[in-house]
């Protein structure tokens, strides 16, 4: 069974504004605390950690209609990962960001979980304090 | 002439497997000389058996329901007390080589200061100094990064302390198959504790003889996984043979008295009126 942690935060700016920055593979490591660097080629990502770990990833969906963002890491000593961003429109101006991770084996998903809400608290802070 | 205070500790061990504190398994006959020349502080008891809430109470000098760190897994506070800010204000120069573990290890995006590199070669809760070890030659740590950089060969030496599925892992090895022990080809001078003892040794060498200091060196073991270099496997499967008869006995190593001990109708280990010289027995008052 898979490890699954999941989180979500409102933030007071519109979801085209939010999904501009969270929906961009790119620019991941201007908003997840712990991501020194985001390299993409394709649908290949390599991130590096600010322990000076480069874990490479694969880009599975990027859809702006739903706004989701989809990627797994492609790591050996992980058997399954999916990771999903996606913005929720609240229609009254705010979003509704979702943050998620599945994972085999389990741990590895308290493991990133534990990254992706102080993600989602500076994507919050970015986005109100640039708003 | 300054003042030193060299602060050694290990990892995971009982009291009782100091020669002085009446092992019979294990050799120490260097901790053994030094109680022998010295005070065993017998009421001294960890506040945890768990091991980053005792660090914690080392480092701070409060309870685990003071500091807050009551499972390993909780960190503690960056502003928490530190007795090595405390002696640094007071002049000291610092340092904590070894096994510092006051945050969590399992940190892949650097949550924790402990384990980010530029803190392995800079200031740490008061330490000048902060060099990090722990079991694993995996990770971020200084050790790590050590072993990387000048025994890379070395890395797949160790025990895996977590297995396939990151829990703890159960995988047993040596002569007896028990679980985390395991036979290590590494040098023993490659292994984390001659590591920390030298490059303790290295930042000693580096102060002025006046200088007043105090240094943690915190060595990982015997914490498991036991998987130590082979040259020191070999004489500890020896124990009670020959190896242990190199130590003559009565030097460096405790003695039980022969005052009887009421509760087991034989010679005492628990309180008495002891009469043997240094080292006394486990339990009888000092006199």
């Known amino acids: 069974m898979y490890g699954t942690v999941r989180h979500e935060l409102r933030i007071h700016r519109s979801a085209d504004d939010v999904w501009e920055l969270a929906g961009d593979p790119a620019r991941l490591h201007e908003w997840f605390p712990g991501i020194d660097a985001c390299e993409v080629d394709g649908d290949r990502r390599t991130v590096t950690t600010s322990t000076g770990v480069p874990l490479p990833e694969i880009i599975v969906a990027r859809d702006r209609n739903l706004r989701r963002f989809q990627y797994r890491l492609d790591l050996p000593i992980v058997a399954h990962h999916r990771g999903t961003i996606d913005v929720i429109d609240l229609e009254d ?39 | 002439m300054g003042r030193k205070i060299l602060f050694v500790t290990t990892d995971q061990m009982r009291y009782d497997a100091l020669g002085c504190n009446g092992g019979q398994l294990a050799r120490t006959p ?68 070894g096994k510092a573990h006051f945050q969590p290890f399992l940190d892949p995006f650097g949550r924790f200061a402990e384990n980010l590199p530029v803190t392995s070669a800079g200031e740490h809760r008061g330490f000048d100094h902060f060099e990090s070890a722990t079991h694993s030659p995996m990770g971020p740590l200084t050790y790590a990064r050590w072993i990387a950089t000048e025994h890379p060969e070395a890395a797949g030496m160790f025990y895996p302390v977590l297995d396939a599925a990151l829990e703890v892992n159960a995988m047993g090895g040596g002569a007896t198959g028990a679980p985390q022990v395991h036979d290590n080809p590494i040098p023993r001078g490659w292994y984390h504790t001659d590591w920390v003892a030298d490059r303790t040794i290295g930042w000693l060498e ?17 914490h498991h996984p036991w998987d130590p270099p082979g040259v020191r496997a070999a004489p500890r499967a020896m124990a009670g043979g020959a190896a242990a008869r190199r130590i003559p006995r009565g030097r460096g190593r405790a003695r039980r008295c022969s005052t009887p001990n009421p509760a087991t109708g034989g010679p005492g280990t628990t309180a008495g009126s002891c009469r043997t010289t240094r080292p006394r027995c486990r339990g009888c008052p000092r006199r």
């Open chain 2, 206 to 222: 580096s102060l002025e003889a006046d200088d007043d200091w105090f240094c943690w060196m915190s060595f990982p073991d015997p």
């Open chain 2, 30 to 97: 260097v901790v053994d000389g030094l109680a022998a020349q010295g005070v065993r502080y017998e009421r001294a008891v960890p506040q945890s058996v768990v091991c980053m809430p005792s660090r914690s109470t080392m480092l701070t000098g409060q309870h685990p329901s003071t500091h807050g760190v009551w499972m390993n897994g909780v960190p503690l506070e960056p502003d928490a007390p530190s007795v090595a800010a405390l002696l640094r204000d007071h002049g000291y120069r610092t340092a904590l080589i």
């Open chain 1, 93 to 131: 101006g705010t979003c509704l960001v979702v943050y998620s991770t599945d994972a085999d084996p389990r741990t590895m998903a308290l493991t990133i979980g534990g990254g992706t809400r102080g993600a989602l608290v500076e994507l919050k802070r970015l986005m109100e304090e640039d708003g």
